[in-house]
């Protein structure tokens, strides 16, 4: 897509007691960059350590969950790239229970300031459950997207979860109404503006996405995304929902009706709806939502984002692949793909591809 000629790229990774590997450097290239190894090897664990850095959490469970080397007390991930022809540098330590960071030689406070500062977009083989799974998962794709291009939308979003965490406590309680009648004013006016920020940016995402669509799968025939906002919101205010829930809400002592029970509603012309989908055409529909997000995070931020696409040929067939590739290509962003073997369909493109290769903890360069 021409409209996006810079691209975030990363120049070198670097862990300490990441999973399997002690210590470990990789240093991507521009372009695309191809990941082997054996199964267990450690070769998705790049991708998770540079999504850790871009999303704040892995895309394979909480660090306390394997990912801290067993023997060791904490992860150490430092990542160096460029953006904008910016020299930028983060570092991460985290034992599971604690975590310290800095950005740009400075001490970070909150995760947030890393996410903010690398933008990584990932595939991974559970990614499916973007189309198929809870819609915790879609709120999280929205909202990390609004992060990127909606600067006003963290500070509403911290207030919106600040006051449904008082309100969940007061319902606990069994509060009176009067206690209930502020942190319920502040939910409505936070949550109205969430919703807003939320439609805005569901809607700009359509135009790339009945792009990838067509151009990942065609036979899905026309794609439409909207937002189902977590109340009736063409009927009534948040404020009015708010107060007609509330004596449901006493009872099972949590907020049910609000932006935080939001989804993303999806639709194609010539497919059933998404529980009907077969898990390969699933993980095609969320490799085009998120190459979307990354196509409208570049028109809007000048730049496109890191593209971590892990086990890529797991159940797509060659010409899927192809497809996939093609798209990536035409793109130009830094592409990192992993898998037990190169994908079939990338012998018969011609793609300039740096490759890799992951044994007894080392990455080394394939020439």
């Known amino acids: 897509m021409p409209f996006a000629c810079l691209h975030v790229l990363i120049r070198r990774l670097q862990l300490q007691s990441f999973r399997c ?18 199964n267990g090897s450690g070769k998705s664990s790049l991708l998770e350590a540079l999504h850790l850095m871009a999303h704040g959490r892995s895309f394979r469970g909480r660090v306390r969950d394997g990912l801290v080397r067993e023997g060791d007390d904490a992860v150490q991930v430092l990542v160096d790239w460029e953006d904008r022809n910016a020299a930028r540098r983060a570092g991460l330590r985290h034992t599971g229970a604690r975590w310290e960071a800095r950005l740009d030689g400075a001490p970070v406070a909150h995760l947030g300031a890393l996410c903010e500062a690398l933008a990584v977009v990932t595939f991974e083989p559970g990614s499916h459950a973007l189309v198929q799974g809870a819609s915790e998962i879609r709120r999280r794709y929205m909202d990390w997207g609004l992060f990127h291009v909606e600067h006003a939308f963290l500070p509403i979003w911290r207030r919106y979860a600040r006051a449904l965490k008082q309100r969940n406590s007061l319902l606990r309680a069994k509060s009176l109404p009067d206690q209930l009648d502020a942190w319920e004013a502040e939910l409505a006016q936070a949550g109205e503006r969430l919703c807003e920020f939320r439609e805005s940016y569901v809607a700009g995402l359509q135009p790339y996405l009945e792009s990838a669509i067509q151009d990942l799968l065609p036979t899905a025939g026309a794609a439409r995304v909207s937002l189902q906002p977590g109340w009736r919101r063409h009927e009534l205010s948040l404020a009015d929902a708010l107060f ?25 012309e010539l497919l059933p709806g998404r529980e009907g989908l077969s898990r390969g055409q699933a993980k095609l529909v969320a490799l085009a939502l998120l190459l979307a997000q990354a196509a409208h995070l570049a028109e809007h931020d000048g730049h496109w984002p890191v593209l971590g696409l892990d086990d890529l040929a797991s159940e797509l067939d060659r010409e899927h692949q192809r497809r996939v590739l093609q798209r990536l290509q035409d793109c130009g962003a830094q592409v990192l793909i992993t898998g037990t073997e ?26």
């Open 244 to 268: 007609l829930a509330r004596e449901r809400d006493l009872l099972f002592g949590h907020t049910s009706v609000g932006p935080h029970r939001a989804d993303l509603s999806l639709s194609l």
């Open 21 to 38: 590997f002690a210590e470990a450097e990789f240093h991507p290239q521009p372009g695309f960059n191809l990941i082997t190894g054996a």
């Open 342 to 367: 190169p994908p079939p369909a990338l012998a018969t493109m011609e793609i300039t591809v740096a490759r890799f290769h992951v044994e007894h903890g080392k990455v080394l360069r394939v020439d």
